[in-house]
């Protein structure tokens, strides 16, 4: 099951979930998948580090929603219970497993926890006793597989490259609506990026140019093997889709000058 185009970052889920760890760094996004609306948090630290050779074995535990909205997401009234399931389940787990918590997924009326262990004995049958004993009304679901490779982590937890240029240019959005600015009004949008070579850089100045971007800038930075930095604006809207589809194009040409799209900036208008 692929995402076939992201929504939305579903940033209330950063509040409501009981994943939050001092240490890990999580996001959350809103995606779409072959049988509708799908949302995600992931633990982003983990990419770092895996896979963890330590930690083997897959854990998917869950339940079936007992209440969802039309697009087979959980209601605002189900994440109380949901939260102290997942809790329950965490509790569980870390009582009995050396494990990496790596993320959460909501689809089609069912929410599952992903976690990576060391050793799978007996971890069915305390999850089973957990289910029944606290959420009898809740029917429950429990898979685990070798997953060496933390697979399910790295191509379907974690975010594509795109979903992430997504996540966080909505970051920057929600902090300029914050500051109560209009985000359908054009305005001056800076963009930096940076090339191997100067060739590289001028051939993508070209097609900036050709889609009447301004040239800023041309200088030397220190960043490592990518000395060529490039500095652009042009006039665009800023909400997330416009600006999105903006920085995706940016980052797709710079990709094939072998250069790096290294983000925007730009001023409150209200």
Not at 42 to 55: C, D, G, H, R, W
Not at 98 to 106: D, R, Y
Not at 137 to 152: F, R, T
Not at 207 to 226: G, H, R, V
Request: with cysteine; glycine share 4%.
């Amino acid at each position: 099951m692929k995402i076939k185009y992201i929504i939305s970052s579903w940033l209330l889920l950063l509040s409501l979930c009981s994943f939050s760890q001092d240490e890990d760094h999580w996001e959350a996004y809103l995606a779409q998948y072959e049988k509708g609306a799908g949302s995600t948090l992931v633990n982003m630290s983990l990419k770092e580090f895996a896979p963890i050779q330590k930690y083997p074995f897959l854990l998917k535990a869950g339940v079936r929603l007992v209440k969802c909205t039309n697009e087979g997401l959980p209601t605002k009234e189900e994440f109380q219970t949901l939260n102290s399931i997942s809790d329950k389940i965490k509790s569980t787990i870390d009582g009995l497993k050396q494990n990496k918590s790596a993320g959460t997924f909501s689809y089609q009326c069912s929410r599952m926890d992903y976690y990576y262990i060391k050793d799978t004995n007996n971890i069915r049958k305390y999850l089973e006793d957990a289910f029944k004993t606290n959420f009898p009304k809740y029917e429950y679901m429990i898979e685990i597989k070798n997953d060496p490779n933390w697979e399910a982590y790295l191509t379907f937890l974690y975010p594509n490259e795109e979903t992430r240029e997504y996540i966080e240019n909505e970051k920057v959005v929600l902090s300029l609506h914050k500051a109560g600015d209009d985000l359908s009004k054009p305005r001056q949008v800076d963009h930096w990026l940076y090339f191997k070579t100067d060739g590289d850089r001028e051939s993508f100045l070209r097609y900036a140019l050709q889609e009447k971007f301004k040239l800023e800038e041309k200088d030397i930075s220190d960043k490592s093997a990518l000395h060529f930095k490039l500095h652009l604006s042009r006039a665009d809207k800023v909400d997330i889709s416009s600006i999105s589809a903006v920085t995706i194009a940016l980052r797709r040409k710079a990709k094939e000058y072998n250069g790096e799209y290294d983000g925007w900036e730009t001023f409150v208008i209200k």
